[in-house]
């Protein structure tokens, strides 16, 4: 089993729509989690850290699930340029992070 | 303040052929890492340096080598480069806490062996 695991997608919604992405990981010692964003061909930036159970930020949701060992990005109000791949990040230690092999997001008119 | 930087953007090379890819970070970052990215495939960690002076190996280090040069720089070599090493190269850097880990990418080195 891979240690993060993500469906790879593509995701195909219209402007507006609410969309949702899970991403397991096999490490229960995990602390910290995130959400990158990466634009094709491009270098991943952080969209969002989770510590808890959950954090916010405007149209964007990630949530925490320690009991099953998943976290989920949603993502409101969906607009064109949301269009990109989110890779999920699980640093099963400090100093080392594992990396999904990302979900596809294209968001049309 | 630029981030990460990395150098060349791009490279051609021959079977065989020898390089460095250069990797320079500005803000004071202990740790510091390369990856390669294969067309639609997420990122491997192909070597890693928790701090000056300590370097590890990721998950993909076979045919690489690196250098913490200094706290700021961190090279990754190809001694006698393959076509399976065909890839965007990724060098990212981060500062890392109990509760945090957030890595800084620099821009990528796209490299085609032939």
């Known amino acids: 089993r891979k240690e993060v695991e993500q469906d790879p997608g593509p995701f195909n919604v219209p402007e507006g729509a609410t969309v949702a992405f899970n991403c397991t990981y096999s490490?229960?010692?995990?602390?910290?989690f995130f959400w990158y964003r990466q634009d094709c061909r491009k270098e991943p930036k952080l969209l969002m850290s989770?510590?808890?159970s959950g954090n916010e930020d405007g149209r964007f949701t990630a949530q925490l699930n320690r009991a099953s060992q998943y976290i989920s990005l949603l993502i409101r109000d969906s607009k064109l340029s949301d269009s990109a791949t989110y890779l999920c990040?699980?640093?099963?230690?400090?100093?080392?992070?594992?990396f999904g092999d990302g979900t596809t997001l294209t968001v049309k008119p | 303040n630029a981030g990460v930087t990395q150098t060349p953007k791009f490279q051609v090379l021959k079977t065989g052929q020898s390089m460095t890819l250069q990797c320079a970070q500005d803000?004071?970052?202990?740790?510091m890492y390369w990856y390669r990215q294969d067309p639609g495939m997420g990122l491997r960690l192909i070597y890693y340096?928790?701090?000056?002076?300590?370097?590890d190996k990721g998950e993909v280090p076979n045919g690489y080598n690196v250098s913490r040069l200094n706290k700021r720089e961190f090279s990754l070599r190809l001694e006698s480069a393959a076509p399976s090493q065909t890839s965007v190269y990724f060098c990212?850097?981060?500062?890392?806490?109990?509760?945090?880990?957030?890595?800084?990418f620099g821009p990528g080195t796209r490299l085609t062996v032939l």
């Open positions: 990212a850097s981060s500062e890392v806490g109990l509760t945090y880990n957030e890595q800084f």
């Open positions: 490490n229960s010692a995990s602390q910290s």
């Open positions: 989770v510590y808890s």
């Open positions: 990040v699980v640093p099963p230690n400090a100093g080392k992070s594992t």
């Open positions: 803000m004071n970052h202990n740790s």
């Open positions: 340096s928790a701090s000056e002076g300590t370097t």
